[in-house]
């Protein structure tokens, strides 16, 4: 049987050393398969992946969350059309109204191929001690690497408040540290990163976390709708409904 196919380029640019394009087909009944059976963020690099055509060529760790997100975005577009619909609630009134969300008003950003080469290199913030801190953005691969070991110290109980530690663990995952000061403290090592995140001034810490703040890549999903009730323009997110994967309409 012949499905339909659609070539999209890969909003991160190939910045992790991965794939620039991917080929995409529509979804079939295997991967309705798919939807049922998992509830997480994962179900959606699962569903790319079976939807890729050549899916050996890619290594989907080289790819970023955003992509991904994107790529369901147009997934969906490919297999049932743009549209779609949802509930909001107009944030004016109050009113609870049904809207129709159409994928192709929102935006896609692609990182140049500028941008490409400075952050493989890593964005460079000075601290206020004088320390200097490369920032590295985290890919598909590392993400899902520093959610294994979350899972794992939490079913250890050796976490308290695992969104805290998540926090920690992405900066500390991050982040080269080059100390002003001799020092004789191991910042290759990830505890000792986190240590150091840990004691930082939140003036530091927010410098660290806006060092990447520039370089915004992948689907915008705010729309314009007029609200029903009172006419007053709406700033929507289109987000994935039921509606998204099983259309009514």
């Known amino acids: 049987m012949k499905y339909l196919?659609?070539?999209y380029k890969i909003p991160s640019n190939g910045v992790f050393e991965g794939p620039k394009k991917?080929?995409?087909?529509?979804m079939t009944t295997r991967e309705e398969k798919i939807i049922l059976g998992s509830k997480d963020f994962s179900v959606f690099e699962r569903l790319v992946k079976s939807?890729?055509?050549?899916d050996t060529e890619v290594n989907f760790d080289n790819l970023h969350?955003?992509?991904?997100?994107?790529l369901i975005f147009m997934l969906r577009e490919l297999t049932y059309g743009p549209e779609y619909f949802q509930k909001v609630t107009c944030p004016h009134c109050n009113h609870e109204q049904e809207i129709s969300v159409d994928i192709n008003e929102?935006?896609?950003d692609v990182l140049t191929d500028a941008q490409v080469k400075e952050l493989s290199q890593g964005i460079t913030v000075e601290l206020s001690n004088g320390d200097k801190i490369t920032?590295?953005?985290i890919s598909l691969g590392l993400s899902k690497q520093i959610e294994r070991t979350?899972?794992?110290r939490v079913k250890q109980g050796r976490v308290k408040d695992p969104q805290s530690f998540e926090m920690m663990m992405r900066l500390a995952n991050s982040i080269d540290i080059e100390s002003a000061e001799d020092t004789e403290t191991d910042y290759t090592k990830i505890e000792n990163k986190i240590g150091y995140i840990d004691g930082l001034r939140m003036r530091d810490l927010s410098k660290i976390q806006n060092a990447l703040n520039d370089y915004n890549f992948g689907i915008n999903r705010n729309i314009y709708r007029e609200c029903e009730n009172c006419g007053e323009d709406m700033e929507v997110i289109g987000y994935i409904v039921p509606e998204f994967f099983h259309p009514s309409k």
């Not at 991917?22 to 529509?26: F, G, S, V, Y």
């Not at 939807?51 to 050549?54: E, F, K, N």
């Open 5 to 7: 196919e659609k070539t």
């Open 22 to 26: 991917i080929t995409l087909r529509e």
């Open 51 to 54: 939807c890729t055509v050549d």
């Open 65 to 70: 969350n955003s992509d991904i997100m994107y």
């Open 106 to 108: 929102m935006t896609v």
């Open 135 to 137: 920032v590295h953005m």
């Open 150 to 152: 979350i899972k794992t």
